[in-house]
């Protein structure tokens, strides 16, 4: 009697191929580098243990209804010991990730609920999340009961998938690779989801995705992926698990991946709102300061809130400050490693608060974009607010421009 012959070992290639086709069926994702992406992330959650970082994965939308929720059921099909919440609390999921069944994938639909301006009381489920992205995180804990209680260290490494709408908190989305979900156009069409019949199949592709990855566990743990040109750092840290599954795969994967992999570093970057720190100063350098040396502090405050497009007239229900400017700028240093602070400007008239240049310098340097390539000609709503100096304090103390194309104070300031 004939002994069956062994079966041919898995290609990689191919299981991702099939997963990739999984969630095509069941979900529009906005680009192919998504698609790519998820494939990976799903593969990476069997890897998990052989990398120092997983990213997370979050679908975002700014509405309802744009399948967010739907990608993450695909997600849960496909990934080893699922635990899908809309509500849990840190310490059940420390103790979850603590326990002997092996490192969950976590699931959390309706994320934004967690980092809602009213969810305070979650700051330590956002600690857990953000611990949890490199293999050395964890919470340490008092553990027993009355005076008997023992130090504890929960690890909270974990692959974790997330949905919500609007954005999450930069210390997340910088561990995150973003999928910016939207609603299907009438054209787009995807196939009805049954639960009953489909998670057979899911549970099947699952399982292959499994038995694959523990075909390449130590070629995996071993792997140090190249990076595309100009990733680095943080970003490095998110894709080197996923390049590193692709490049194990084979086929077109290790292209597709560093494609994908440029494609959604790039509108991460595009879509990331500037701090409000970053985006005062850089307010400061193109549309207040303009060319001027320095700027009395009333000036400055006139510049801002004349800005339709900035959010200086409604910070915490009301318009900044001096005291505001004051306490956001002392966050950066001037090139002497001082906090910016409001200094004296001598003028004819009197002796009034301001800010220099050269303090701000090395700020602008270091934390804002480029500037416009005619800063000056981009200044050109600000111009007729800072140039009105009768509506602040004294006309001589304002820096005006002459025009839109010259920042030259028409008042020269003693030094």
């Not at 070992?9 to 990739?20: F, I, K, M, R, S």
């Not at 553990?143 to 490494?157: K, L, T």
């Not at 405050?301 to 400017?325: C, F, H, Q, V, Y």
């Not at 956001?328 to 200094?343: D, E």
Request: charged share 25%.
């Amino acid at each position: 009697m004939n002994a069956t012959p062994p079966a041919p070992p898995l290609d990689g290639a191919t299981v991702l191929n099939d997963v990739e086709s999984f969630h095509r069926r069941f979900n529009v994702f906005p680009t192919e580098a998504a698609y790519v992406a998820v494939t990976l992330w799903d593969a990476h959650a069997h890897l998990v243990e052989c990398f120092e970082t997983t990213p997370r994965i979050a679908f975002l939308s700014p509405e309802p209804g744009s399948g967010k929720s739907r990608a993450l059921e695909i997600v849960e099909l496909l990934t080893p010991r699922p635990v899908s919440t809309v509500s849990a609390s840190a310490n059940a999921l420390y103790r979850l990730v603590d326990s002997a069944a092996g490192l969950p994938t976590v699931l959390f639909d309706e994320v934004d609920t967690i980092f809602g301006p009213k969810a305070g009381a979650d700051e330590a489920l956002r600690g857990f999340l953000n611990a949890g992205y490199r293999r050395i995180g964890g919470a340490l804990r008092c553990v027993g009961e009355g005076s008997n209680q023992n130090a504890q260290v929960f690890g909270s490494y974990c692959a974790v998938a997330m949905a919500g709408l609007g954005s999450l908190p930069d210390t997340v989305l910088t561990r995150s690779v973003i999928i910016r979900m939207r609603k299907r156009a009438p054209n787009e069409r995807v196939e009805p989801y049954r639960q009953r019949i489909h998670e057979k199949q899911g549970h099947e592709l699952r399982d292959q995705l499994a038995a694959w990855a523990d075909t390449v566990r130590d070629q995996v743990a071993d792997a140090w992926p190249e990076m595309p040109d100009g990733v680095t750092d943080r970003p490095a840290d998110v894709w080197e698990p996923l390049l590193a599954v692709a490049d194990a795969a084979g086929g077109d994967w290790p292209a597709r991946a560093r494609t994908a992999c440029l494609e959604l570093i790039s509108a991460a970057h595009d879509n990331d709102e500037a701090s409000l720190g970053v985006r005062l100063l850089t307010d400061l350098r193109d549309r207040v300061f303009c060319g001027a040396d320095r700027v009395p502090t009333a000036v400055v405050l006139e510049g801002l809130l004349a800005m339709d497009d900035g959010p200086w007239g409604d910070l915490d229900d009301k318009p900044i400050n001096s005291r505001t400017l004051a306490r956001l700028l002392a966050q950066y240093v001037t090139p002497a490693n001082k906090p910016i602070k409001p200094r004296g400007i001598r003028t004819p008239s009197g002796f009034p608060k301001g800010y220099y240049a050269e303090d701000l310098t090395d700020a602008w340097t270091r934390y804002c974009p480029p500037p416009p390539e005619e800063s000056a000609t981009s200044a050109t709503s600000a111009t007729p607010q800072v140039s009105r100096v009768e509506s602040v304090a004294d006309s001589p103390t304002a820096i005006r421009h002459t025009s839109a194309e010259s920042a030259t104070p028409l008042f020269p300031v003693a030094g």
